[in-house]
């Protein structure tokens, strides 16, 4: 028997059993560099004394454990703070960009453009010290301006993303524009830009360990704190391994959170399909003959 041809699709060709071993023999290699990289920052972390107790002594004490946990309730409260403030300031700021009045059209453009411009640091700073606000409002406000920012061109563009058909029905149903944007747009757009709006709250949550730098006592103000005591021979490289797992973990949560709202928006009774009763057969025209069966 001859072997069978290969299927091909209408993007690329499926890649025969020649082409298989080569991948193979691919993905192998590029395992091996990992693993040798891996051995190699592992061996150089060894080497300089990284895994030694006195560096690792800092973490079994009570109060170094509330510090960083302190730490860390002061960060996910700043990034709280900011993601509400974000979503709401990006939303006011796309209704602006998308209103029919030309002045507030105007004044929402140079509002998001100013604010996405600015360095995100340099906002905080402006906050901190020209304004003489504490450092908690401080870092709120700069994320909050520069998200809400950004977040107001991810609204305006998936509410423009959204066909135009739906627009024009709606209005004229005789629905009206607020009604349009509520009921008709925003829901529908809202699918689309679920991943942009996960993607800069991410970047929110880490933008947060900004606020060290202005002696907020978020999770890095704490981390440097247990790195730069000469007690424990300054112990940074544990201290990056303890911290970075856990904004890691905190940016996989909430991603995983985008993702089951995504799933639950699939599952809902408003966008499910319905099944509908198959329609009956309608009265015969005069000289009609009836339906009948089809024969085997």
């Not at 023999?25 to 300089?48: E, M, R």
């Not at 301006?145 to 959204?162: H, I, K, M, T, W």
């Amino acid at each position: 028997m001859t072997a069978k041809a290969p299927a091909t699709t209408a993007l690329y060709d499926i890649p025969g059993p020649r082409a298989r071993a080569r991948h193979r023999l691919y993905g192998a290699g590029a395992s091996l560099v990992i693993l040798a990289l891996l051995g190699w920052l592992v061996y150089l972390l060894v080497d300089t004394g990284q895994f030694e107790a006195a560096k690792w002594a800092p973490f079994q004490y009570k109060g170094i454990q509330e510090l960083l946990l302190r730490g860390l309730g002061n960060t996910l409260k700043a990034f709280a703070l900011a993601a509400v403030l974000s979503l709401l300031l990006g939303a006011l700021l796309a209704v602006g960009r998308l209103s029919e009045h030309r002045a507030l059209r105007w004044v929402s453009t140079l509002v998001v453009e100013f604010f996405r411009a600015m360095p995100v640091l340099v906002m905080i700073f402006f906050v901190f010290v020209a304004l003489e606000v504490r450092p908690l409002p401080a870092l709120v406000a700069g994320l909050t301006l520069y998200n809400g920012s950004v977040l107001a061109e991810v609204f305006r563009s998936g509410v423009n993303a959204v066909d135009r058909g739906q627009r024009e029905a709606a209005y004229a149903l005789g629905m009206r524009k607020t009604q349009v944007m509520t009921y008709v747009l925003a829901p529908q757009a809202a699918r689309a830009m679920l991943p942009s709006i996960i993607s800069q709250l991410v970047v929110a949550l880490k933008d947060t360990s900004l606020g060290f730098l202005i002696t907020y006592e978020e999770f890095l103000h704490a981390g440097k704190l247990i790195a730069s005591n000469l007690d424990y021979d300054l112990p940074f490289i544990p201290v990056v391994m303890v911290i970075s797992p856990i904004y890691i973990g905190m940016c996989m949560v909430l991603s995983w959170f985008a993702g089951w709202v995504a799933r639950r928006q699939r599952r809902s009774p408003r966008t499910e399909a319905v099944d509908t009763a198959p329609v009956p057969p309608g009265p015969l025209l005069p000289g009609e003959a009836p339906p009948t069966a089809d024969r085997p």
